[in-house]
């Protein structure tokens, strides 16, 4: 994913005698995207603390675990692929958003949608409820229509805009299982059925939308990021069909109380996911360059989450979430915090120093000495991150397995520390000293 430059480096794209081009209004749109999506994560991070003992009873579905996890997939890792898609579609696809004024409308409505949202969700006030989802329906449509026009008019249709077009259809279907849900907050309209569409939101969202979209983009950004050109991306397209094929059954599994077909879907997505694993293994062992850097690091560790999500994954699908619910739980952290987030993060260390560059130094290339890429952000305190954050996921997860409380909090903490150094890292991109 395109990293957060953040509003003070989106201030100085543009000298001023300058007038403001394309390439500003993008930059700006993606640092208003990033700056949220930070605000967000380390919003979660904290709310962590909060549910540890909710996280250790295995308490997935309670009204504190919901806003929580929502700050995450809503506010972390939704914000942060928009923001990314803005960047990418011009690049990737060779289709710029037509429309990058209406994007910034899109996320001064959903960004604040998302925090009535979850204020809603936590103090369960109806009217914060509805304002929250009205807001954050109109941003992720709004979003929509600019991403199908740069689909629409993209001359190549590869794995890439594969992956994108799918993802983009699931994140529609989790706009509207979300409102399902929401509606049943105050009628109970799902009655006994609530738990399992909830399961269906999560995969759907998770599997459907962040999952395949990884899948699509790593093919642009993976061989760019570890200088390995020419490996085929048959995995990957193997992975495009699998996995929402998995998510798609899994899901009519969950909505009509089948187990066969849940344990089917389960397989599938898991088969998916290993494809997908396939291709990206195939591209780290193609690196020309064997020292591998912090980005990919993470990228790298994120996967033995993913392992860890799957097999958790196939146990809550074959035993059932109820029979289960701190592996349920379990499952939920390997996936969010461990598998996506740290795969984000990976994304955000290789473009952030490169987009911040750009936005300082542009015009000022043959004027005099300015920094390198490499010097607007450590190296050390990244891998120090890395440590913090993969290890606290870990003992988060283990905790909740066990249903202890303080180890969970534990964990917390230091995920909270790391997310911590996240935001420090950025704020020296964006604000740091300059030649």
Not at 91 to 103: D, H, N, Q, Y
Not at 237 to 243: G, M, P, S, W, Y
Request: overall charge positive; hydrophobic content about 60%; some cysteine.
């Amino acid at each position: 994913m395109a990293a957060p430059v953040m509003p003070s480096a989106a201030s100085t794209m543009t000298t001023a005698a300058a007038p403001r081009s394309a390439s500003d209004l993008s930059l700006r749109l993606a640092a208003l995207h990033f700056t949220a999506s930070t605000l967000f994560l380390l919003a979660g991070s904290a709310g962590l603390l909060w549910i540890a003992p909710l996280l250790a009873g295995g308490l997935f579905p309670e009204r504190g675990v919901a806003a929580v996890t929502h700050l995450f997939t809503l506010g972390w890792i939704t914000t942060t692929i928009l923001g990314a898609l803005y960047q990418l579609l011009p690049v990737a696809l060779g289709a710029p958003v037509k429309w990058e004024r209406l994007g910034h409308a899109s996320i001064w409505t959903f960004a604040p949608g998302i925090a009535l949202f979850v204020a809603g969700v936590a103090t369960g006030q109806v009217v914060l409820h509805h304002a929250g989802i009205a807001l954050v329906t109109t941003g992720i449509v709004i979003a929509l229509v600019n991403f199908a026009s740069s689909l629409r008019r993209a001359t190549a249709r590869d794995t890439t805009w594969w992956g994108i077009a799918i993802a983009l259809g699931f994140l529609a279907s989790t706009l509207v299982l979300g409102v399902v849900l929401l509606h049943n907050i105050h009628t109970g309209f799902l009655g006994a059925a609530r738990l399992r569409v909830l399961g269906v939101h999560l995969h759907v969202a998770i599997g459907g939308f962040v999952l395949v979209l990884m899948i699509g983009v790593s093919q642009r950004l993976l061989p760019m990021f570890l200088l390995a050109h020419g490996v085929s991306d048959a995995w990957a397209r193997r992975a495009l069909v699998v996995l929402p094929l998995g998510v798609a059954t899994l899901a009519t599994g969950l909505a009509t109380a089948h187990p066969g077909a849940v344990s089917a879907g389960a397989v599938l997505m898991a088969a998916g996911v290993a494809f997908y694993a396939t291709q990206v293994r195939a591209l780290f062992r193609a690196r020309v360059r064997r020292k591998v850097d912090p980005g990919m690091r993470f990228v790298a560790t994120s996967f033995a989450f993913v392992a860890a999500a799957v097999v958790l994954g196939l146990v809550v699908a074959f035993t059932g979430a109820a029979a289960h619910p701190r592996i349920a739980t379990a499952y939920v952290i390997a996936a969010i915090p461990g598998a996506v987030g740290l795969f984000l993060t990976g994304h955000a260390y290789k473009v952030i120093p490169m987009l911040a560059w750009t936005a300082h130094y542009r015009g000022r290339m043959g004027r005099g000495a300015v920094p390198t890429v490499a010097d607007t952000w450590s190296a050390r305190w990244a891998l120090a991150q890395l440590a913090l954050m993969a290890l606290g996921t870990t003992i988060m997860g283990a905790g909740t397995l066990a249903g202890h409380a303080h180890c969970v909090r534990m964990g917390a903490a230091l995920f909270t520390a790391g997310t911590l150094i996240f935001a420090a890292q950025l704020w020296r991109v964006a604000h740091g000293p300059r030649t």
